[in-house]
C-alpha cells in the first residue's frame, strides 16, 4: 500500500468543508455480518472429550457503512459488543465471520478486504486507520517525551529517518492537535501533561501517518467535563481540516447527539437500532433505544429521576437469552420476543424481592430453593408438596399481583401436573434489522406481522 | 429547613505533604448536611472535593493534615481518637465507594460480609436476626433473598454496588459519604442506583453527601448542591436554584460546558485549574473567569448571601464596600495558550 507522506500543514481558510450529501460520498468502510466469536475453553472432561463448550458471541452479525467525512457513533453499555467491533476492524480481534471492505480512495491503495489479513498486510493497512483509546494515560508510553511518542508512527512504519523531516512532521502535528507553542511541549513525559493535553498528544499521534478512518474509542469519557467539549471540537475541526472519517465508540448518548452523523445502537453484539442521529433522538424506535436516553442525567432538577428504567443488567453473553436479548428487561415485550424457562426464575426473584420474609419463606418451601427448571420454551416448577396444587396456586397469585408484567404475554399455556406446574412459551422469533422509515430497528413492534399482538407502547 | 445539622463542617482545611510543599487539597470548607438530606459536591477532578469527604470521615492518609471543625451532632470529629473514629465508622458515618468491583471479599459469600459488619458494631445481635436484617436490607437495593448467600463474582456491576450500599445501610448510619458511586456503572444501571439513592431519605432517614463530577447525577439526586473549585466552595444553595441561577461564574460556566441532550453548541472553560501547591491570589478562578475584575487577582472572595438565596464566595456580589476603588474594572490579562487547559 503507498503512504501518503503529505503534510499535516492545512490552512483552514483553504479548506472547503464537504457539502456532498452523505448519500453521495464514496463508501470508506463497508462492514457486512461482522462476527467475533470467542469459543470457551471449557472443562478438561469437555476438552479431553471434545466437547464444545459453546461460545461467546462478542460480536454477531453486526452491519454497517461509513461514508467519507461521516462520524458513526456505536453505542452501548458495556458488553455490548462495540469495543469489539472497532478492535476488529484493526485487527486486534479475531474476526469469525462477515466481510470488512475497506477503501479510503487510490491514494491510500484502494480497495482492501481486512478479514483473513495477515499481520504484515494489516500493519500497512493501519496507516490508514489509527485508533485513539479512552485512556490518553495508558496510551502514552511514560518513558517517552512527547514529540518521541508522536515521531513513533514514522519509525515502526518505515516512512523516514530524516531528523529535519521528523521534526518537521511532528511539529506540524503539534500545531494540528493545538499543543502550541510547540518548544514547551515536544519535550515534555506524559505525567507533566494534563488528561486533555495527554488526549491532544494521543490525536497528535493519530493524525501523523495522515489517515483516512479514526476509530476512537470513548475519546473523552475518562475527561472532565470543561474539557471534553474542547477535545471533541478538536476532532471536529481535524475532521474537517484533513478529511477524516470517525467510527465514535461510545457509551455517552449525549456526546454522540453532538458529535454524529449516524447512530448504531448496539445491545449483546447486535446493532438493534440505526439511522441518521437526528431521527434517532428525535423518534427512538427501539424499547433500548428509548431507555437509554431516558436514563442520562439531565442537568436540570426540574426533570424528575426517570422512574420507569428497565430491570436488571445486560445478561451474560455466553447465554444470551432467546428471541430478542432485550426482552427479559423490555417493559413493551410480548409474545414473540423469546420468553423461555429462564425467565420463570427472574420472575420468581422480582416477586421475592418485593414481598415481606415471611411470605418468601412461604412460597420458597412451595416450590424448593433453588428452583430447578428445564431450559428452553418449557419450564416445570415443581410442587415440594406434590399433588397440593400450591404452585398452581402461587403461580395464579404472582399474576394477579402484577397483571401487566411482560412475562404473561410470552405464556401460551400454564398446565398442572402431579408433581408441579407446566409452562409452555410462544415460540421465539429473532427480530432482523427492518426499515423504519429513515432508520432500521430490530424490534417487533415495529414488525407489521407481530406489532397487532403488542400492548400499545407508552410514550416516556 | 430547621432540622438540626447531622454533620457540620466548618473552615475544614486539609493539606497534603508533597516533595514541591504543602497541597492545599482543602482550603478553609464550611457546609452542612442536615438529617435526611441530600447535599451534592461537584466539581473537576483535583478540585478536593474526595480529600474533603475523606477528611470528614477520617481516612486520610499518612503525612495528611487537618485543621478546622467537623462537628457530628454533638461531637468533633477533628483530632478524635483513632479507636473512637474506628468505632463510629460505619455505625454512625457511613462510606460508598467508586468501584464496587474492587471493594467486595471474593472468598466472602454476600451473608458473610453481612454477618462481618454486624457482629463488628452490633456484638449482641443472634445470627437469625443479622440473616433478617441483611435480608430485608438487601431487598430494599432490589437484591433478591435467594441470592443472599452467593459469592460477590455471581453479581453484575451494578448488583455489586448496591451490594456495598445495603452494607453501607445495615448499620443505620446517620451520615454517609459516597464517592462517585455510579462512575463506574452502565447508564441505565447509573439510573437505578440513582433512583435508590434519591429513595434514601424515604427507606432510611439518612443525610448523605454525595460526591460527583456529573452535574446531572446531582440535579436528580439532591436537594442542595456544594460546587468545589481548586479546594474551596465557591456556591452553595438549594439545587433547583443553583442549576437554574448560578451566582458563581465557575458555576455558570461548567454547566455551559456539560455535554448534555439538550446541548446544542460546544463551550468550554479557557485554562486549566490551578496547581494547588501553589495556587493563584485572590480568587483561584480568576485566570479563567470571563467576569473577573481587578479585586479578583488580589482579595480573597467574601461568602456573601445572593439574591437568590445560595451562599456564594464570588466579589461580582459583593460587599461592595469592601472591595477597593477601580477594583470593578475588568482584569487584564495575556492570552492563554490554547492547550494550556485541563
Known amino acids: ?460 | 429547613m430547621t432540622a438540626a445539622p447531622v454533620i457540620s463542617v466548618r473552615d475544614l482545611r486539609v493539606w497534603y505533604g508533597t516533595e514541591r510543599g504543602p497541597v492545599r487539597a482543602v482550603d478553609g470548607v464550611s457546609f452542612d448536611v442536615r438529617a435526611g438530606e441530600t447535599l451534592g459536591l461537584v466539581g473537576e477532578s483535583g478540585c478536593g472535593k474526595s480529600t474533603l469527604g475523606r477528611g470528614i470521615l477520617g481516612l486520610l492518609p499518612s503525612g495528611s493534615a487537618v485543621d478546622g471543625s467537623v462537628r457530628f451532632r454533638d461531637r468533633e470529629l477533628v483530632g478524635v481518637k483513632q479507636s473512637d473514629m474506628r468505632e463510629m465508622r460505619g455505625a454512625e458515618l457511613g462510606l460508598i465507594f467508586q468501584e464496587p468491583m474492587t471493594r467486595l471479599d471474593p472468598l466472602m459469600r454476600i451473608s458473610e460480609h453481612f454477618a462481618e459488619t454486624l457482629r463488628a458494631h452490633e456484638p449482641e445481635l443472634n445470627s437469625e436476626e443479622i440473616d433478617a436484617r441483611s435480608i430485608d436490607t438487601l431487598r430494599r437495593m432490589g437484591i433478591p433473598p435467594t441470592r443472599f448467600r452467593h459469592y460477590p463474582h455471581e453479581f453484575s456491576g451494578g448488583m455489586r454496588q448496591r451490594i456495598m450500599i445495603a452494607l453501607a445501610l445495615v448499620l443505620n448510619p446517620a451520615f454517609v459519604v459516597a464517592d462517585e458511586p455510579t462512575t463506574a456503572l452502565d447508564v441505565l444501571v447509573e439510573a437505578q442506583i440513582l433512583s435508590i439513592l434519591a429513595d434514601l431519605k424515604r427507606n432510611f432517614d439518612t443525610s448523605l453527601l454525595l460526591i460527583t463530577h456529573n452535574l446531572g447525577i446531582v440535579a436528580e439526586a439532591c436537594e442542595r448542591v456544594a460546587v468545589m473549585y481548586a479546594g474551596r466552595i465557591v456556591e452553595e444553595g438549594d439545587a433547583r436554584q443553583v442549576f437554574s441561577d448560578p451566582s458563581h461564574p465557575y458555576t455558570r460556566e461548567l454547566l455551559r460546558s456539560t455535554i448534555s441532550l439538550s446541548t446544542t453548541a460546544l463551550h468550554y472553560i479557557p485554562g486549566s485549574p490551578p496547581d494547588l501547591v501553589d495556587p493563584p491570589s485572590g480568587c483561584h478562578f480568576h485566570p479563567r473567569c470571563p467576569s473577573a475584575m481587578q479585586v479578583c487577582g488580589s482579595l480573597d472572595p467574601v461568602e456573601v448571601r445572593a439574591p437568590s438565596g445560595q451562599r456564594v464566595s464570588c466579589w461580582l456580589h459583593g460587599p461592595d464596600e469592601l472591595i477597593p476603588p477601580g477594583g470593578t474594572a475588568p482584569l487584564q490579562r495575556q492570552e492563554l495558550a490554547s492547550a494550556d487547559e485541563a
Not at chain 1, 462520524?71 to 455490548?80: M, P, T
Not at chain 1, 428487561?329 to 426473584?349: K, S, T
Not at chain 1, 412461604?362 to 430453593?369: F, H, I, K
Open chain 1, 1 to 460: 500500500m503507498p503512504t501518503k507522506p503529505d503534510d499535516l500543514e492545512v490552512d483552514p481558510a483553504h479548506v472547503k468543508p464537504d457539502t456532498t450529501p452523505l448519500d453521495d460520498r464514496p463508501v470508506v468502510l463497508d462492514v457486512r455480518d461482522l462476527r467475533v466469536h470467542f469459543a470457551l475453553r471449557g472443562g478438561f472432561f469437555d476438552r479431553l472429550l471434545g466437547r464444545s463448550s459453546g461460545s461467546v458471541k462478542a460480536v454477531d452479525g453486526v452491519s454497517f457503512t461509513l461514508r467519507k467525512g461521516e462520524v458513526l457513533g456505536l453505542v452501548g453499555e458495556s458488553g455490548s459488543g462495540k469495543t469489539t467491533t472497532a478492535r476488529a476492524l484493526l485487527g486486534l480481534a479475531p474476526i469469525t465471520g462477515g466481510t470488512v471492505r475497506f477503501d479510503a480512495g487510490p491514494e491510500y491503495g484502494g480497495p482492501v478486504e481486512l478479514t483473513g489479513l495477515r499481520e504484515p498486510q494489516f500493519r500497512a493497512v493501519r496507516q490508514a486507520i489509527q485508533l485513539v483509546f479512552q485512556d490518553p494515560h495508558a496510551s502514552l508510553n511514560p518513558a517517552m517525551d512527547l514529540a518521541t511518542a508522536v515521531a513513533h508512527p514514522l519509525k515502526i512504519h518505515h516512512i523516514t529517518k530524516d531528523r529535519v523531516e521528523i521534526d518537521r512532521r511532528v511539529r506540524a502535528a503539534f500545531e494540528r492537535v493545538g499543543l502550541a507553542p510547540v518548544d514547551q511541549y515536544l519535550h515534555k513525559y506524559p505525567a507533566d501533561l494534563s488528561g486533555g493535553q495527554k488526549q491532544r498528544a494521543v490525536l497528535a499521534r493519530a493524525i501523523m501517518l495522515n489517515p483516512a478512518l479514526l476509530v476512537a474509542d470513548e475519546p473523552v469519557s475518562m475527561l472532565d467535563m470543561s474539557v471534553r467539549a474542547k477535545i471533541l471540537q478538536l476532532m471536529l475541526d481535524l475532521k474537517r481540516d484533513l478529511g477524516l472519517t470517525y467510527l465514535y465508540v461510545t457509551h455517552d448518548l449525549a456526546t454522540a447527539k453532538f458529535f454524529c452523523d449516524t447512530i448504531a445502537i448496539m445491545y449483546l453484539g447486535r446493532i438493534v437500532e440505526i439511522g441518521p442521529a437526528a431521527q434517532i433522538y428525535a423518534d427512538p424506535k427501539h424499547p433500548y433505544t428509548r431507555s437509554l436516553l431516558a436514563a442520562i442525567p439531565e442537568p436540570d432538577p426540574s426533570r424528575a429521576v426517570p422512574r420507569n428504567l428497565p430491570r436488571g443488567e445486560v445478561p451474560d453473553a455466553a447465554r444470551p437469552p432467546l428471541g430478542c436479548s432485550f426482552h427479559p428487561r423490555c417493559q413493551a415485550a410480548f409474545a414473540p420476543c423469546g420468553w423461555e424457562a429462564r425467565d420463570v426464575n427472574a420472575l420468581l426473584e422480582q416477586r421475592w424481592t418485593a414481598v415481606a420474609e415471611d411470605e418468601y419463606e412461604r412460597e420458597r418451601v412451595v416450590v424448593g430453593d433453588p428452583v430447578e427448571l428445564e431450559a428452553g420454551l418449557a419450564a416445570r416448577l415443581p410442587d415440594t408438596r406434590a399433588g397440593s396444587g400450591a404452585a398452581v396456586a402461587l403461580l395464579d397469585e404472582i399474576r394477579r399481583a402484577d397483571p401487566d408484567e411482560p412475562f404473561w404475554r410470552g405464556v401460551r399455556s400454564v398446565e398442572p401436573e402431579p408433581a408441579g406446574v407446566r409452562l409452555e412459551f410462544n415460540e421465539p422469533v429473532d427480530p432482523a434489522l427492518r426499515n423504519v422509515g429513515p432508520v432500521r430497528v430490530a424490534c417487533h413492534l415495529h414488525d407489521p406481522r407481530f406489532a397487532p399482538l403488542a400492548t400499545p407502547l407508552e410514550t416516556p
